[in-house]
């Protein structure tokens, strides 16, 4: 567990920044789901940064099934990695592509 001081992660980070959220939010999604405390409600009251963290977090979840898929499959051969990988790249471009 991080400490927090005045809204500075232990890394230095600003906590109320929108890309700390960004970047930390699955990490609060998968936390309320092991507490079973889904669903949940989520205020962010700026459109475009509310889509980001939308695309983000379906970015983040689509990774992680895939991830368990390959880990269930007992297969992580070297094409099963080109496959990830080049889901993972289309993925992030209709990400970047919905953001414009």
């Known amino acids: 567990e991080s400490t927090f001081d005045h809204g500075v992660s232990s890394s230095g980070e600003?906590?109320?920044s929108f890309e700390?959220?960004?970047k930390n939010f699955i990490n609060l999604v998968i936390e309320l789901d092991g507490s079973d405390r889904l669903p949940a409600l989520v205020f962010c009251l700026d459109r475009v940064e509310c889509e980001q963290l939308y695309l983000k977090l379906?970015?983040?979840?689509?990774?992680l099934e895939?991830?368990?898929k390959l880990e269930e499959m007992g297969t992580n051969t070297k094409e099963m990695e080109v496959e990830r990988?080049?889901?993972?790249?289309?993925r992030e471009k209709q990400?970047?592509?919905a953001e414009k």
């Open 20 to 22: 700390w959220v960004l």
């Open 95 to 97: 990400r970047k592509k």
């Open 58 to 63: 379906l970015s983040d979840l689509e990774f």
């Open 66 to 68: 895939e991830k368990k």
């Open 85 to 90: 990988r080049r889901l993972e790249k289309k």
């Open 14 to 16: 600003d906590i109320y």
